[in-house]
């Protein structure tokens, strides 16, 4: 059975990009009688308003979708904890004191959240003073599993290359925030049987990340499908700093959600709001 998520974090209202990507999943789910989940990612314990959460269910009932909910990342924190052991013991995981600054001027690339690391802790004897964070040593990992590949339902088969991957942190310096996005979402989906992970083309560039770190942990292999953005005016990602009205505000204004939702739906868009094809969008 196809499962799909809408994985929203409550670290601000959602907007219409948003309520594009759930009404995919969900719509995609419905189609072929699967399930549609949805699962808060609040793993960043700093960044996390829980008074979000009930907001967020509402604009979905407001845009007229039916849903299951699944636990949400707080609850997982000993899962997250266990995985990043297993790796450590497996030989796969350096600590790295780096700080931002660091990391944006040693940067020898520029990936889709910022500065790619060049791997300066890598081998380097961990100052035990300075907090460190855990990164997965990327060259080690395909070198254990060997070539991958993994498939994107709009895209096509990719492989993974081993040019495309930093190594990303898996377990952060920050104890408010213990996993990483990457680590957290690709053990989450595999807990809630995702089999089709559906979300915006400005997360495709984490994908062979999450494809390793499946084949790593021994999960089972979902289908993505990665579909456009919603940009704004600017040819950027719609973002509520950038002044993208918030579901809610919309929903408290009285629209109608179902009928916003059916535009979206057959790519009516508001003035001002294009839809993303490119691989790579800013965010
Ligand atoms: N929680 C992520 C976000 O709000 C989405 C993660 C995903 O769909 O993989 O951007």
Partial sequence: MIVTRFAPSPNGPLHLGHAFSAIVAHDLAKARGGRFLLRIEDIDGERSRSEL?????????????????VPQQSSRLAVYAA??????????????TCTRAQIAASARKIGPDGPLYAGTCKGRPPDPAMPAAWRLDVVEALRQTGALGWLDERAGPRAVRPEQLADVVLVRKDKSTPASYHLAVTLDDAADGVTLVTRGLDL?????????????????????????????????????????????????????????????RAGRLPAGIAMGESLHIEP
Avoid at 59 to 67: F, I, N, P, Q, V
């Fill in 53 to 69: 959460i009930a907001e967020f269910r509402a604009d979905l009932a407001w845009l007229g979708l039916e849903w299951e909910e």
């Fill in 204 to 264: 495709f560039s984490a994908t062979p990340i999450h494809r390793l770190l499946q084949e790593l942990l021994g999960l089972p292999i979902p289908v993505w499908h990665h579909h456009p953005v919603l940009l704004g005016a600017d040819g950027r990602k719609l973002a509520k700093r950038r002044g993208s009205p918030s579901l809610a505000a919309l929903r408290q204004a009285g629209e109608d959600g179902r009928a916003l939702a059916d535009s979206l």
């Fill in 83 to 96: 995985a990043a052991e297993r790796l450590r013991a497996q030989g796969l995981l350096y600590p790295c």
